[in-house]
Nanobody, 120 residues
Framework: VQLQASGGGLVQAGGSLRLSCAASGRIFSINTMDWYRQAPGKQRELVATISSVGSTNYAGSVKGRFTISRDNAKNAVYLQMSSLTPEDTAVYYC???????????????WGQGTLVTVSS
């Protein structure tokens, strides 16, 4: 299983970006899909999560500005980010809880990270 993240880039404060992450390989089903981020010199933090039935949760710092969504047919998760500030600058990682085949456990896989830079 591989996760491929994309969509990062340079944006001015107040702007928007949409991140995408798609999983490929042996996949029976996918449970929770998450977005994390890690800013320079800081620990990785959970930004948003979406369950298999579409329930969502957000970190307080992004609530109301970011929207997580998923497309189960494409094994993909998205993060729509708006009203970006320089404090949102970080490498963003997707993570998925994947069940590769029937009657196997859930394994968590990470994407390679995509850099978001917000200029003031």
């Amino acid at each position: 299983v591989q996760l491929q993240a994309s969509g990062g880039g340079l944006v001015q404060a107040g702007g928007s970006l949409r991140l995408s992450c798609a999983a490929s390989g042996r996949i029976f089903s996918i449970n929770t899909m998450d977005w994390y981020r890690q800013a320079p010199g800081k620990q990785r933090e959970l930004v948003a999560t979406i369950s298999s039935v579409g329930s969502t949760n957000y970190a307080g710092s992004v609530k109301g500005r970011f929207t997580i969504s998923r497309d189960n047919a494409k094994n993909a998760v998205y993060l729509q980010m708006s009203s970006l500030t320089p404090e949102d600058t970080a490498v963003y990682y997707c993570r998925m809880g994947i069940i590769p085949t029937v009657e196997t456990a859930v394994y968590h896989y990470w994407g390679q990270g995509t850099l978001v830079t917000v200029s003031s």
